[in-house]
């Protein structure tokens, strides 16, 4: 289930000069600079959530998980696409190595698995989605309010941005490299609370498209195996 549910943390910030380092550990000009630029990162990226009614991209995650008293697995990487839309829905559309989807209409998640012949159904509004991440996909997240955000580094063009729930959630931290003057996500590192790191890197992305409701419906085909999730 692991590699269904992390990208829908993805949802908390899809909204949509001189290259500085390091610069938590500095002090001086240096990290005042950074720290602008982390201000004017985030703010773009609230901007541009605001304004987005959907998204729609293709994506490549590479998941590493670490079992537990284990070292990290070697990592998976899979292949496919996502649209997103407000309040709540969503579909992740996996063609490599294996289809698999992930389609929520805001109220009921579905997580169905071809190869095993069955598919989850866990409700969106229960535990598996809470706190900050829930109000993200509901339309309604504050990054500033809901994060503590730390720039990791930072350039006119580019920034990388380290996101902690304020919050207890399902997971550790996110990571996103953004274009600070646009709020445009390239990439998104979640750790879980697990230590496991999903890395995920979005192309073609087009947003306010509008796409039909029946995108976020699921009717399990005939045979399948429904397994019910509890909140």
Known sequence: MSRSLLPILLALSLPHGCWIAGARAQEGPAAVAVERCSDRAAAAIQRRYEDVRDISARFEQTTRAVGVGSP????????????????????????????????????????????????????????????????????????????????????????ELELVPKEPAGFEKVFLEVDPATGDVRSSRIVDLLGNVVLVRFDDLRTNLDPPAD???????????VIEVAP
Not at 110 to 126: C, R
Not at 129 to 154: E, K, M, N
Not at 215 to 225: A, T, Y
């Open 72 to 159: 990290a697995s070697e990592p998976v990487v899979s292949r496919g696409k996502v649209v997103l839309a407000k309040p709540g829905r969503m579909r992740w559309s996996y063609e490599e190595p294996e289809p698999s989807l992930v389609v929520s209409d805001g109220t009921t998640i579905w997580l169905y698995d071809p190869a095993f012949g069955e598919v989850q159904k866990i409700p969106a509004t229960g535990g598996f989605l809470h706190g900050a991440t829930a109000q993200f996909l509901l339309g309604a997240g504050d990054i500033r309010r809901d994060f503590t955000v730390t720039a990791v580094a930072c350039s006119d063009d580019r920034a």
């Open 215 to 225: 995108r976020f419906r699921f009717v399990p085909p005939e045979g399948v195996k």
